[in-house]
T-cell receptor, first 115, second 110 residues
Framework: ETGVTQSPTHLIKTRGQQVTLRCSSQ?????VSWYQQALGQGPQFIFQ???????GRGNFPPRFSGLQFPNYSSELNVNALELDDSALYLCASSRTGVDYGNTIYFGEGSWLTVV | SQQGEEDPQALSIQEGENATMNCSYK?????LQWYRQNSGRGLVHLIL?????REKHSGRLRVTLDTSKKSSSLLITASRAADTASYFCASYSSASKIIFGSGTRLSIRP
Protein backbone atom coordinates (compact mmCIF):
# COMPACT_ATOMS: atom_id res chain seq x y z
CA GLU A 1 0.00 0.00 0.00
CA THR A 2 1.72 3.18 -1.22
CA GLY A 3 -0.92 5.72 -0.19
CA VAL A 4 -1.33 6.85 -3.81
CA THR A 5 -4.81 6.27 -5.16
CA GLN A 6 -5.99 6.58 -8.73
CA SER A 7 -9.42 6.66 -10.31
CA PRO A 8 -11.02 5.25 -12.28
CA THR A 9 -9.28 1.89 -12.39
CA HIS A 10 -10.63 0.99 -15.82
CA LEU A 11 -12.42 2.95 -18.50
CA ILE A 12 -13.30 2.73 -22.17
CA LYS A 13 -13.50 5.78 -24.41
CA THR A 14 -14.19 6.39 -28.07
CA ARG A 15 -11.60 7.88 -30.41
CA GLY A 16 -11.88 11.69 -30.40
CA GLN A 17 -13.30 11.89 -26.87
CA GLN A 18 -11.63 13.47 -23.87
CA VAL A 19 -10.68 11.75 -20.62
CA THR A 20 -9.73 12.91 -17.12
CA LEU A 21 -7.80 10.64 -14.77
CA ARG A 22 -7.38 11.47 -11.10
CA CYS A 23 -4.69 10.85 -8.53
CA SER A 24 -4.51 11.41 -4.81
CA SER A 25 -0.94 11.75 -3.56
CA GLN A 26 0.57 10.26 -0.46
CA UNK A 27 0.27 12.60 2.51
CA UNK A 28 3.14 15.09 2.69
CA UNK A 29 4.16 14.65 -0.95
CA UNK A 30 4.28 17.86 -2.99
CA UNK A 31 5.42 16.39 -6.31
CA VAL A 32 3.34 14.27 -8.64
CA SER A 33 4.32 12.70 -11.93
CA TRP A 34 2.35 10.84 -14.59
CA TYR A 35 3.43 7.98 -16.83
CA GLN A 36 1.98 6.11 -19.78
CA GLN A 37 2.70 2.39 -19.99
CA ALA A 38 1.73 0.53 -23.13
CA LEU A 39 1.33 -3.23 -22.92
CA GLY A 40 4.70 -4.94 -22.65
CA GLN A 41 6.63 -1.67 -22.40
CA GLY A 42 8.23 0.34 -19.65
CA PRO A 43 6.49 3.46 -18.34
CA GLN A 44 7.05 6.66 -20.31
CA PHE A 45 7.26 9.94 -18.44
CA ILE A 46 4.48 12.36 -19.39
CA PHE A 47 5.04 15.26 -16.99
CA GLN A 48 5.72 16.24 -13.40
CA UNK A 49 4.07 18.86 -11.20
CA UNK A 50 5.65 20.54 -8.20
CA UNK A 51 3.61 22.92 -6.06
CA UNK A 52 0.90 23.20 -8.71
CA UNK A 53 3.25 24.03 -11.59
CA UNK A 54 4.53 21.78 -14.37
CA UNK A 55 8.30 21.45 -13.96
CA GLY A 56 9.17 18.74 -16.42
CA ARG A 57 7.63 17.14 -19.48
CA GLY A 58 8.36 14.11 -21.60
CA ASN A 59 7.81 13.70 -25.32
CA PHE A 60 4.02 13.98 -25.32
CA PRO A 61 1.85 16.34 -27.39
CA PRO A 62 -0.05 19.28 -25.85
CA ARG A 63 -3.31 17.34 -25.87
CA PHE A 64 -1.88 15.69 -22.75
CA SER A 65 -2.32 18.23 -19.97
CA GLY A 66 -2.46 18.18 -16.23
CA LEU A 67 -3.30 19.98 -13.04
CA GLN A 68 -2.08 19.80 -9.48
CA PHE A 69 -4.33 21.15 -6.76
CA PRO A 70 -3.41 22.88 -3.47
CA ASN A 71 -3.91 19.59 -1.63
CA TYR A 72 -1.38 18.08 -4.09
CA SER A 73 -3.92 15.82 -5.77
CA SER A 74 -3.66 15.79 -9.53
CA GLU A 75 -5.48 15.24 -12.80
CA LEU A 76 -4.30 14.06 -16.19
CA ASN A 77 -6.41 15.20 -19.12
CA VAL A 78 -6.14 13.80 -22.61
CA ASN A 79 -8.03 15.44 -25.46
CA ALA A 80 -8.86 14.08 -28.91
CA LEU A 81 -8.16 10.50 -27.88
CA GLU A 82 -6.38 8.25 -30.36
CA LEU A 83 -6.29 4.47 -30.46
CA ASP A 84 -2.60 4.53 -29.47
CA ASP A 85 -3.53 6.28 -26.22
CA SER A 86 -4.77 2.91 -24.95
CA ALA A 87 -2.46 2.14 -22.02
CA LEU A 88 -2.04 1.95 -18.27
CA TYR A 89 -1.65 5.46 -16.85
CA LEU A 90 0.37 5.60 -13.67
CA CYS A 91 0.58 8.40 -11.16
CA ALA A 92 3.42 8.69 -8.67
CA SER A 93 4.09 11.05 -5.81
CA SER A 94 7.20 12.09 -3.94
CA ARG A 95 8.58 14.70 -1.64
CA THR A 96 10.30 17.25 -3.86
CA GLY A 97 11.91 16.15 -7.13
CA VAL A 98 12.75 12.53 -7.62
CA ASP A 99 16.01 13.46 -9.28
CA TYR A 100 17.18 14.58 -5.84
CA GLY A 101 17.08 11.00 -4.70
CA ASN A 102 13.61 10.86 -3.27
CA THR A 103 11.69 7.63 -3.62
CA ILE A 104 8.54 7.91 -5.67
CA TYR A 105 5.45 5.93 -4.82
CA PHE A 106 3.17 4.67 -7.56
CA GLY A 107 -0.56 4.17 -7.61
CA GLU A 108 -2.11 1.05 -9.14
CA GLY A 109 -2.91 2.88 -12.36
CA SER A 110 -5.87 3.58 -14.60
CA TRP A 111 -6.40 1.30 -17.59
CA LEU A 112 -7.63 3.30 -20.56
CA THR A 113 -8.95 1.59 -23.66
CA VAL A 114 -9.74 3.72 -26.71
CA VAL A 115 -12.00 2.11 -29.29
CA SER B 1 12.09 6.70 -27.80
CA GLN B 2 12.53 7.59 -24.16
CA GLN B 3 13.28 4.04 -23.21
CA GLY B 4 16.55 2.92 -21.74
CA GLU B 5 17.51 -0.64 -22.48
CA GLU B 6 17.38 -3.67 -20.28
CA ASP B 7 18.54 -7.18 -20.88
CA PRO B 8 17.55 -9.82 -20.95
CA GLN B 9 13.98 -9.04 -21.97
CA ALA B 10 12.87 -12.26 -20.34
CA LEU B 11 14.55 -14.56 -17.83
CA SER B 12 13.36 -17.92 -16.51
CA ILE B 13 15.25 -19.57 -13.65
CA GLN B 14 14.79 -22.28 -11.07
CA GLU B 15 13.69 -21.33 -7.57
CA GLY B 16 16.76 -20.84 -5.40
CA GLU B 17 18.99 -19.65 -8.24
CA ASN B 18 20.24 -16.10 -8.61
CA ALA B 19 18.80 -13.71 -11.20
CA THR B 20 20.79 -10.91 -12.81
CA MET B 21 19.28 -8.13 -14.89
CA ASN B 22 21.16 -5.36 -16.66
CA CYS B 23 20.20 -1.84 -17.59
CA SER B 24 21.86 0.79 -19.77
CA TYR B 25 21.06 4.47 -19.97
CA LYS B 26 22.16 7.35 -22.16
CA UNK B 27 22.60 10.56 -20.17
CA UNK B 28 24.38 11.62 -17.00
CA UNK B 29 22.23 10.82 -14.00
CA UNK B 30 21.67 11.91 -10.42
CA UNK B 31 20.47 8.49 -9.36
CA LEU B 32 19.08 5.24 -10.70
CA GLN B 33 16.24 3.27 -9.19
CA TRP B 34 14.91 -0.23 -9.68
CA TYR B 35 11.23 -1.09 -9.58
CA ARG B 36 9.19 -4.25 -9.62
CA GLN B 37 5.79 -4.61 -11.27
CA ASN B 38 3.41 -7.50 -10.92
CA SER B 39 1.25 -8.01 -13.98
CA GLY B 40 -0.97 -5.01 -14.65
CA ARG B 41 -0.28 -3.41 -11.29
CA GLY B 42 1.57 -0.33 -10.10
CA LEU B 43 5.32 -0.21 -9.69
CA VAL B 44 6.95 -0.92 -6.34
CA HIS B 45 10.22 0.81 -5.48
CA LEU B 46 13.03 -1.65 -4.68
CA ILE B 47 16.28 0.26 -4.33
CA LEU B 48 17.94 3.58 -5.20
CA UNK B 49 21.61 4.05 -6.02
CA UNK B 50 23.12 7.51 -6.34
CA UNK B 51 25.57 8.48 -9.06
CA UNK B 52 28.48 8.58 -6.59
CA UNK B 53 27.78 5.04 -5.34
CA ARG B 54 29.02 1.87 -7.00
CA GLU B 55 27.17 -0.83 -5.12
CA LYS B 56 24.21 -1.10 -2.79
CA HIS B 57 22.53 -3.95 -0.95
CA SER B 58 19.03 -4.42 0.39
CA GLY B 59 18.09 -7.85 1.69
CA ARG B 60 18.42 -10.29 -1.22
CA LEU B 61 18.98 -7.44 -3.68
CA ARG B 62 22.32 -6.15 -4.87
CA VAL B 63 22.60 -3.25 -7.29
CA THR B 64 25.73 -2.04 -9.02
CA LEU B 65 26.25 1.16 -10.98
CA ASP B 66 29.00 1.89 -13.50
CA THR B 67 28.67 5.51 -14.59
CA SER B 68 31.59 5.21 -17.03
CA LYS B 69 29.66 2.56 -18.94
CA LYS B 70 26.26 4.07 -18.15
CA SER B 71 25.01 0.75 -16.90
CA SER B 72 23.53 -0.86 -13.82
CA SER B 73 22.74 -4.38 -12.74
CA LEU B 74 20.24 -5.87 -10.32
CA LEU B 75 21.03 -9.20 -8.68
CA ILE B 76 18.34 -11.12 -6.82
CA THR B 77 19.83 -13.94 -4.77
CA ALA B 78 18.11 -17.14 -3.69
CA SER B 79 15.08 -16.46 -5.88
CA ARG B 80 11.57 -17.35 -4.76
CA ALA B 81 8.38 -17.98 -6.70
CA ALA B 82 7.06 -14.64 -5.35
CA ASP B 83 9.87 -12.84 -7.20
CA THR B 84 8.10 -13.54 -10.49
CA ALA B 85 7.39 -10.07 -11.93
CA SER B 86 8.72 -7.48 -14.36
CA TYR B 87 11.68 -5.42 -13.21
CA PHE B 88 12.44 -1.93 -14.48
CA CYS B 89 15.32 0.43 -14.01
CA ALA B 90 14.67 4.17 -14.06
CA SER B 91 17.41 6.75 -14.50
CA TYR B 92 16.90 10.19 -13.00
CA SER B 93 18.51 13.42 -14.11
CA SER B 94 17.67 17.09 -13.84
CA ALA B 95 17.80 17.42 -17.62
CA SER B 96 15.84 14.46 -18.85
CA LYS B 97 13.95 13.80 -15.65
CA ILE B 98 12.95 10.15 -15.61
CA ILE B 99 13.63 7.45 -18.18
CA PHE B 100 12.49 3.89 -17.62
CA GLY B 101 14.02 0.86 -19.22
CA SER B 102 11.93 -1.56 -21.24
CA GLY B 103 11.96 -4.09 -18.44
CA THR B 104 12.96 -7.68 -17.75
CA ARG B 105 10.21 -10.27 -17.25
CA LEU B 106 11.44 -12.67 -14.58
CA SER B 107 9.82 -16.08 -14.12
CA ILE B 108 10.80 -18.33 -11.24
CA ARG B 109 10.12 -22.02 -11.81
CA PRO B 110 9.20 -24.01 -8.68
Amino acid sequence: ETGVTQSPTHLIKTRGQQVTLRCSSQSGHNTVSWYQQALGQGPQFIFQYYREEENGRGNFPPRFSGLQFPNYSSELNVNALELDDSALYLCASSRTGVDYGNTIYFGEGSWLTVV
Amino acid sequence: SQQGEEDPQALSIQEGENATMNCSYKTSINNLQWYRQNSGRGLVHLILIRSNEREKHSGRLRVTLDTSKKSSSLLITASRAADTASYFCASYSSASKIIFGSGTRLSIRP
